[in-house]
Structure formats: structure tokens, C-alpha cells
Nanobody, 121 residues
Framework: QVQLVESGGGLVQPGGSLKLSCAAS????????MGWYRQAPGKERDLVAG???????NYADSVKGRFTISRDNAKNTVYLQMNSLKPEDTAVYYC???????????????WGQGTQVTVSS
């Protein structure tokens, strides 16, 4: 079984910063891409940022220049540093990981339980 455990969400004022973390645990061979999606009330879940095992990153246009994704492969952990937060960043943030559980299994997407980020004065 593979588990993703997120931490770091909370309430922050506009212009503030938060750092999210997501650690993968369990039995698996490797992790390919990791990243973050978010879902605001009444909206679809959208990609925020992703990062490959080699460190290549991609971002949603709405967060470019404000958010930074990084990962520690030795710890199977992905981070999302969020700066200059805006009220429209308010959402539940979900991490994901493309995991190879065993040889020949193929990569499968696993998801965290979600962490609430609220940007409000």
C-alpha cells in the first residue's frame, strides 16, 4: 500500500506565504512525477505544479512567479512553497505521485487526502 501524507495548510493573510509538504510511504520501487492539484468549492480540480524525478517543473499560469515546487527524492517528498498568496488561491490542495509499485506493474497515480489553504484577511 502507498500513502501520501500532506501537511502545511492553514489560514494566511493576502500577500503571505505557506509551504506544503507531501511525503510518500509504503512499499514501492520508484516514483516518477509528483505534484499538486487544487480544488476550490464548486470548481474542478486543477493542476497547480508538477515536477519529474529529474527535476523538470511545470506550473499553472496563475501561480507562475509566486509558487515553487521542489522535491527530495531521498525522502520521497514533494514541497510547494507558496508566496504572495491571493484570496483566489483558497482551495483544498492535493498532492499526487506516479508510483511504480513493483517491476512490470506500470506507474499508478496516488493521491493525498488534501489540505485546506485559506487566504483571507
Amino acid at each position: 500500500q502507498v500513502q501520501l501524507v500532506e501537511s502545511g495548510g492553514g489560514l494566511v493573510q493576502p500577500g503571505g506565504s505557506l509551504k506544503l509538504s507531501c511525503a510518500a510511504s509504503g512499499r514501492f520501487l520508484s516514483i516518477n512525477a509528483m505534484g499538486w492539484y487544487r480544488q476550490a468549492p464548486g470548481k474542478e480540480r486543477d493542476l497547480v505544479a508538477g515536477i519529474t524525478s529529474g527535476g523538470r517543473t511545470n506550473y499553472a499560469d496563475s501561480v507562475k512567479g509566486r509558487f515553487t515546487i521542489s522535491r527530495d527524492n531521498a525522502k520521497n517528498t514533494v514541497y510547494l512553497q507558496m508566496n504572495s498568496l491571493k484570496p483566489e488561491d483558497t482551495a483544498v490542495y492535493y498532492c499526487y505521485a506516479q508510483v511504480l509499485r513493483y517491476s512490470g506493474s506500470g506507474y499508478y497515480n496516488y493521491w493525498g487526502q488534501g489540505t485546506q489553504v485559506t487566504v483571507s484577511s
